[in-house]
């Protein structure tokens, strides 16, 4: 089993920068696809950004890129989501999550494991 526990969330003003962590116990996630996901009140979760086992390969939705960047260190079993520029329509509860058996994920569906959450907030 994998659990995954994100942290770095908080209140931030338009334009700010957070930087989120997800740290992993029970496995090493050095194999896995990691991606981050986001859910604002009253929408669906969607997709923000994905990176491959290796750390190589990132995707984005147009939505943040070039605002987002998604890291990891798998030496700590960590993964990064670094946020700037951020706007108010970044509000959400951010969601880490890991693709077991898959090096690269972008569907939901494809990740079998999941973070609790943590809420970003950003006032205008």
């Known amino acids: 089993q994998v659990q995954l526990v994100e942290s770095g969330g908080g209140l931030v003003q338009a334009g700010g920068s957070l930087r989120l962590s997800c740290a992993a116990s029970?496995?090493?996630?050095?194999?896995?696809?990691m991606g981050w996901f986001r859910q604002a009140p009253q929408k669906e979760r969607e997709f923000v950004a994905a990176?491959?086992?290796?750390?190589?390969?990132?995707f984005y939705p147009d939505s943040v890129k070039g605002r987002f960047t998604i890291s990891r260190d798998n030496a700590k079993n960590t993964v990064f989501l670094q946020m700037n520029n951020l706007k108010p329509e970044d509000t959400a509860v951010y969601y880490c999550?890991?693709?077991?058996?898959?090096?690269?994920?972008?569907?939901?569906?494809?990740?079998?494991?999941w973070g609790q959450g943590t809420q970003v907030t950003v006032s205008s």
């Open positions: 999550a890991a693709a077991l058996g898959v090096t690269f994920a972008i569907a939901q569906n494809e990740y079998s494991h």
């Open positions: 029970g496995r090493t996630l050095s194999l896995y696809g």
């Open positions: 990176i491959d086992s290796s750390g190589d390969i990132t």
